[in-house]
């Protein structure tokens, strides 16, 4: 199958070809048959159109920029090349070996969390969890090793190592004593944006005289992160796989036109009634929005979630658990849990706020419709929406999306369609 036949895209020289068979995989690269045995417990019979292409590149050790829709299975695309280098090598290097890193702790730890079971698919490693967890040592299994994890700011031996990076709060730790601050302390901590993060671990390496093969997976691609590739990584593969920053053609996307805020409710209650299958996530703008809503929503008897940053990370982990386990019908969240999260049950996501960029509603409605499977993505708008609006229109427009025929829908439908002939012309 040739890389048109997989939506796939390719820049950079030396690209290897797409490889369609997880056992082809494993003959060319001299994968462990337990490494693939793993894999095979995992239910994935073939990789998909981004693993296809990009396992292939990250495991001849090239580095790679990777944009492939949400839901395509990006992190086995990275997640396998590290287990096979950890495991390959374990005996060369004693420290710190892979730093992968997430935009939210949660994230980090569900790429953790791919885990097929097996003893041979375990490596001797340390492990360290960003924001204070504990050094672990011993056998770990599997992907235990492929954490977000990034070494505190002094090696207990030679007194230097990599800077603490905090993933969620966007923070740089600057050194031990700011480490040991109490919570209100912490609230004040300088942030850092992720661009900044990545430097302070590249700087780390090359004081460490350690020249790391780096990759970037995301399902969008900003000018930003173009600018910082450009910069840090020579002759980097570019995999793209089907349109770049558009949402997954797996959801069903609509804009639904609500008036104003009042008008949201009422057709928050409308929308339940007619698709109440749980689970459902709702994302919201604001935390304090997050809080009011779920307030209004447990009143009316549903079971109701939250999910952004004023949480601790247990409140965090123990709502995402609920979600998954039934327990919560709906989750309402901030941004917090737009990027990443695998939660394959859901089937609808509403955006009660519109987001306020287009990488944001990607990530969003890319909540649903994973791995193969389709979703529905509603999005409310009012008439305070419109600029916003009208940004996002033209990547809703290369995804298929539908206008809804509301009370006093008719001259946003026109004004949809207005600004898509525009856009076309
Ligand atoms: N080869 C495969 N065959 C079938 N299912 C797969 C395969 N690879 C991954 N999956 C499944 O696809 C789902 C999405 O995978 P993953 O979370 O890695 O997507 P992603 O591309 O990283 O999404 P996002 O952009 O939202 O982070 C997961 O439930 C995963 O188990």
Redesign the pocket.
């Known amino acids: 199958m040739t890389r048109r036949a997989l939506h796939v895209r390719v820049k950079g020289h030396d690209a290897p070809d797409p490889v369609l068979s997880f056992e082809t995989l494993g003959e060319t690269f001299n994968l462990s048959e337990q490494l693939l045995k793993n ?1 095979a417990s ?7 159109p ?2 296809a292409q990009s396992l292939p590149a990250m495991l001849k050790g090239l580095e790679v920029l990777v944009a ?10 990275f ?1 396998l090349p590290i287990v096979h280098h950890l495991a390959k090598d374990k005996k060369k290097y004693k420290r710190l070996r892979a730093v992968l890193l997430a935009p939210t702790r949660e ?1 980090a730890s ?1 790429s953790g969390e ?1 885990r097929p079971e097996g003893e041979a698919g375990q490596v001797d490693t340390n492990t360290k969890r960003a924001g204070g967890g504990k050094k672990e040592k011993g056998r770990k299994r599997f992907a235990e090793n492929v954490t977000n994890t990034v070494a505190e700011n002094k090696d207990e031996q030679s007194g230097d190592g990599l800077p603490r990076v905090e993933d969620e709060t966007q923070s740089v730790w600057k050194n031990r004593k700011q480490n040991e601050c109490g919570k209100e302390r912490r609230n004040e901590r300088q942030r850092a944006s992720f661009a900044e993060q990545l430097s302070v671990v590249m700087a780390a390496c090359t004081k460490m005289g350690v020249q790391p093969q780096k990759a970037l ?3 969008t691609l900003t000018a930003k992160v173009d600018n910082w590739v450009k910069e840090n990584l020579t002759n980097p593969i570019r995999i793209i796989v089907g349109t770049k920053n558009t949402p997954s053609l797996r959801v069903h996307q609509e804009l639904l036109f609500v008036g104003g805020e009042d008008g949201k409710r009422v057709a928050m209650r409308q929308l339940l009634t007619q698709n109440m299958t749980p689970p459902i996530l709702i994302f919201v703008q604001s935390v304090e929005r997050a809080k009011q809503l779920a307030h209004e929503l447990e009143f009316d008897g549903l079971r109701v979630g939250q999910l952004h940053g004023q949480q601790t990370h247990t409140q965090r982990r123990d709502s995402l658990l609920a979600f998954r386990s039934g327990n919560i019908w709906l989750l309402i969240c901030t941004d917090l849990a737009a ?4 939660l ?1 049950a859901t089937r609808l996501v509403i955006n009660y706020d519109l987001p306020t960029t287009t990488a944001a509603y990607v ?1 969003r409605v ?2 649903t419709g ?3 499977n389709s979703g529905k993505a509603v999005t409310f708008f009012t008439e305070d929406d419109r600029p916003l609006l009208r940004r996002l229109l033209f990547h809703l427009y290369l995804s298929k999306f539908s206008i809804e025929n509301t009370d006093g829908a008719f001259k946003n439908k026109i004004f949809v369609f207005k600004t898509l002939d525009h856009l076309q012309t």
């Open positions: 894999v995992l239910g994935f019979k073939r990789p998909s981004v693993q492939a829709p949400t839901g395509t299975g990006k992190t086995l695309a997640g994230l569900q791919l997976f995301s399902a990027r990443g999260l695998d394959p990530h890319g909540r994973r791995a193969g």
